[in-house]
């Protein structure tokens, strides 16, 4: 670690006073605004008012709001406010650096205004949704890794957080990254106010406390008192200067900062002040020295950046299967991934420690310089994964298996929020995964990723077919998801099979065909095999490959079932709700005269061979013979 202390030059005087009055001004835009909603967090943006202040008109390098008004520009230093809820002063800085009039701070939670209760890219300054809390250093430590390894340029990535926030897992999984990675254009920053919303924080002011846990963390630590201006600019210039570590702030504040009779006091998180602030905002406005002064010049990027364009991204060379060959759509994903690396530069991959399991270990022969280890720790690795797509930088794959994904659920919600667009592959789906047993079996992800709106769920049968699911992931907006099997499985299209978001394929069908069956994944085996033991019996059924969950092919459904006499049967490697028979069950619900039989996993599993899971919990052939022959009785 090398610093460069001794090149920083201190602030004038004059400089002082402008940047103090700046923050006092936010602090009277924070108490205006939330008075004016009757809601919002005066208190925890007081906090933070010189913090914003020095790192808005002294220290980040961004292009000139008043001449800029999508700030959301490549060369920009990154800016995330971890702590959403204070989101009101953040809007005051924007407000004041010139990008929209200050009278339009009024509008505060609003439904008219996109001054949201807390941040949302709605605002052509936010890059991502922040409000739960403990997931803003995770995309920020991923924009870090972006700049430094893939743009290769000189922005920088600053993450405001709350000391209550700072107890969540998420936020260490996010510190061992960046410091494991030597991330020193990251400069997280914690706001001890020591208040939390219904008690004080763990570590309330133990300053020493916060720094001997962030050191050993890998990170350059420096303690500050965060209401003096000189101290901390002295601060983020030994953050700009550190070499081979990401550097830290820990600034000691006070919660109600100049309000009086409120500073430092338990019982005012989250309410505006209501008949006090009157006489608080006459306080604070008696503090300001220079109130004509102009704000300071914003300080310019280096607009070092690439152009960068993430359009048309195709795989190097088709599929290349034999018909008949057994292959895990987990390793044609793997094929998948490389090919796409080698016919865009911009393609990267993350996983968390599963890459030879999922194959994402494919891209490393491509670049290993586009492959992000992010080891066992799913919500990083989802929140790095948001963080490297930002702006359009990359098209990122994340992937592990994807029972684990659930603990990253609530990132992947606010990714959506976020209008993040980034691919997820979950491998390792459903009791066929045999001996490993249930803790290692997805079999609630369908429903999970089903809830999230736009976000578009592949799931492709064969190798063929994961390979083109990858590749239309990789030019679809929004989140998506791909979900993989762990057996090696026939192929069963031709290489030159052309797929679609939203369009279902018919694999077996006859012209008298009495029900339909619908199967994704190993299931479709099953009830193929299924239906040649019915057709011994004279029963013909027609069997259906959705390709995408979600869009699912309404059109294909319905027409098939009508033209099986509306009887249908799903069966799906997955609990009974929210999957393949809950999506049918959708696309049929306006249709008259259609019966549905849904076969899914029926209870909790256990260890065992793949074949006997199937038949032990309700999802394979034998069931699906019982099942059409029970509907064709109805």
């Not at 205006?32 to 933070?48: D, I, N, V, Y």
């Not at 390098?61 to 971890?82: C, G, H, M, W």
């Not at 930002?390 to 794959?397: G, S």
């Amino acid at each position: 670690m090398s610093s460069g202390d001794n090149l920083y030059h201190q602030p004038t005087m004059e400089e002082v006073t402008v940047l103090k009055d700046m923050a006092t001004k936010l602090r009277i835009h924070s108490v205006k605004m939330t008075l004016a909603s009757k809601s919002g967090h005066p208190t925890s943006c007081s906090s933070m008012a010189e913090l914003m202040s020095v790192l808005f008109f002294k220290v980040m390098k961004y292009k000139d709001p008043k001449v800029t008004k999508e700030q959301r520009d490549p060369a920009n230093d990154r800016f995330i406010l971890s702590k959403g809820h204070a989101a009101p002063i953040l809007y005051a800085a924007w407000a004041e650096a010139g990008l929209f009039p200050v009278e339009d701070l009024m509008n505060l939670r609003k439904i008219t205004s996109d001054l949201e209760g807390h941040p949302t890219p709605r605002l052509p300054f936010i890059d991502v949704a922040t409000g739960s809390l403990g997931q803003g250093l995770s995309v920020a430590a991923g924009m870090a890794y972006c700049a430094k390894h893939f743009d290769k340029s000189s922005y920088r990535t600053y993450c405001l957080m709350g000391d209550g926030e700072s107890m969540e897992g998420n936020v260490w999984e996010a510190l061992n990254f960046a410091g494991f990675y030597k991330l020193d254009n990251l400069c997280a920053i914690i706001d001890v106010n020591r208040l939390g919303q219904s008690d004080p924080a763990p570590l309330a002011h133990d300053m020493d406390q916060y720094r001997r846990r962030l050191n050993s963390f890998g990170f350059n630590t420096v303690v500050v008192d965060g209401h003096d201006v000189e101290e901390l600019c002295k601060a983020f210039h030994t953050a700009e200067t550190t070499k081979g570590m990401p550097t830290a702030i820990l600034a000691k504040t006070f919660k109600g900062r100049d309000f009086p009779d409120i500073e430092d006091q338990m019982n005012w998180h989250g309410k505006p002040l209501g008949d006090k602030a009157e006489s608080v905002l006459a306080h604070l406005t008696s503090l300001i020295k220079n109130p004509s002064a102009e704000r300071p010049a914003i300080c310019s990027p280096n607009n070092d950046v690439p152009d960068v364009s993430l359009v048309g991204a195709a795989m190097s060379s088709p599929p290349a299967y034999t018909l008949g060959d057994k292959v895990a759509t987990r390793q044609a994903y793997g094929s998948a991934l490389a090919k796409l690396a080698q016919g865009h530069n911009r393609v990267v991959a993350l996983d968390g420690d599963m890459k030879n399991s999922t194959f994402s270990q494919n891209l490393l022969k491509v670049d290993k310089d586009r492959f992000i280890e992010c080891f066992i720790c799913e919500q990083n690795l989802i929140g790095v994964g948001i963080g490297v797509a930002c702006r359009d930088r990359t098209i990122a794959f994340a992937s592990t298996f994807a029972c684990f994904l659930s603990r990253a659920f609530d990132n992947l919600r606010m990714g959506v929020i976020s209008q993040t667009n980034l691919n997820v592959m979950g491998s390792h789906c459903g009791v066929s995964i045999g001996e490993d047993g249930p803790s290692q079996m997805a079999l609630e992800d369908l429903a999970m990723f089903q809830s999230l709106p736009g976000c578009t769920v592949f799931y492709p049968t064969d190798a063929v077919a994961m390979e083109r699911a990858t590749e239309l992931a990789a030019n679809t907006r929004g989140i998506t998801f791909i979900r993989a099997s762990r057996p090696a499985l026939p192929v069963i299209y031709k290489n030159d099979e052309q797929f679609q978001i939203g369009k279902a394929k018919i694999v077996k069908q006859s012209a008298n065909d009495q029900v339909l069956v619908i199967g994704a994944g190993v299931t479709l085996y099953e009830a193929v095999k299924a239906a040649e033991q019915l057709a011994a019996t004279g029963v013909n059924i027609r069997v259906m490959d959705p390709f995408t969950i979600k869009p699912l092919d309404w059109a294909a459904v319905q027409n098939h079932s009508a033209a099986c006499g509306g009887r249908v049967v799903t069966v799906e490697d997955h609990y009974p709700e929210g999957g393949l028979g809950d999506a049918v069950l959708a696309s049929l619900a306006t249709v008259r005269n259609t019966v549905v039989k849904k076969l899914a996993v029926n209870a909790v599993p256990r260890s065992g061979p793949p074949a006997e899971l199937l038949e032990m919990f309700g999802i394979s052939a034998s069931h699906i013979v019982r099942a059409c022959n029970d509907i064709l009785k109805m």
